[in-house]
């Protein structure tokens, strides 16, 4: 069974600095898909960024970038240039090709300081 | 852009009562899912719902819980007698689907919170 963790229950950042969000999972599979999404505060989860598993380029979204480690089963989120709007729970979510169901972390609660 | 609809945003039931969670997917989103959260713990997947049946469900989605599309829009989960342990954020999330194309992402409602007494 898969499983993914999310080490970091809660974290803080300076404005216009620069976080990483860590992700491990664990899987037998090779072809899966690993996503970033965001919930901020009594709304609704939001796509941030995927990444497909065969691909070895890192997505990148705007201030919004992923460091794929497929061997090591890594897949951290970086926020570059931080901003008060970013202030949210982050969910890291892995899909098995086929099945589409999510798998999810528990979350880290981000918090951008002024 | 079109998002995903839940109502009620919380409901509060008492233990043993039916409760019935409505969820409007996006228009020309073909798979369904039901997720939930209970406080403090990860979102767990629940079941999924295409072509008009279940595709998956998780070992919590017994013999308690039915989901539903009944009319073309809207899509339901059902709990038929609640337990105080099904108190929980539940999630509902749709699909697009492409031919050919499988990592297009799943998009969330805002969530029912669901309260049993």
């Known amino acids: 069974a898969q499983t993914v963790t999310q080490s970091q229950p809660e974290m803080s950042v300076q404005e216009a600095e620069t976080v990483t969000l860590s992700c491990t999972y664990d899987?037998?599979?090779?072809?899966?898909?690993l996503f970033w999404y965001k919930q901020p505060p009594s709304r609704q989860m939001i796509l941030v960024i995927r990444?497909?598993?065969?691909?070895?380029q890192n997505a990148t979204e705007n201030r919004f970038s992923v460091n794929f480690q497929k061997a090591a089963k890594s897949f951290s989120l970086k926020i570059s240039d931080s901003q008060l709007g970013d202030t949210a729970m982050y969910f890291c979510a892995f899909m098995k090709t086929g099945t589409y169901k999510y798998i999810f972390g528990t979350g880290t609660r981000l918090k951008v300081l002024a | 852009e079109p998002e995903v609809t839940q109502t009620p945003s919380h409901q509060v039931t008492q233990m043993g009562q039916e409760v019935i969670l409505r969820c409007v997917p996006i228009s020309n989103h073909l798979y369904f899912y039901w997720y939930r959260q209970i406080l403090g713990q990860k979102v767990e997947f629940l079941v999924s719902f295409y072509n008009n049946e279940i595709s998956e469900k998780s070992e919590i989605f017994d013999d308690q819980f039915s989901v539903e599309r009944p009319d073309g829009s809207n899509f339901t989960l059902k709990i038929r007698s609640t337990k105080l342990e099904d108190s929980a954020m539940y999630f509902c999330a749709s699909r697009f689907s492409r031919q050919g194309i499988s990592n297009q992402p799943q998009h969330f409602g805002d969530g029912t919170r669901l309260s049993i007494l």
């Open positions: 990444q497909e598993a065969y691909k070895q």
């Open positions: 899987t037998s599979e090779n072809n899966y898909y």
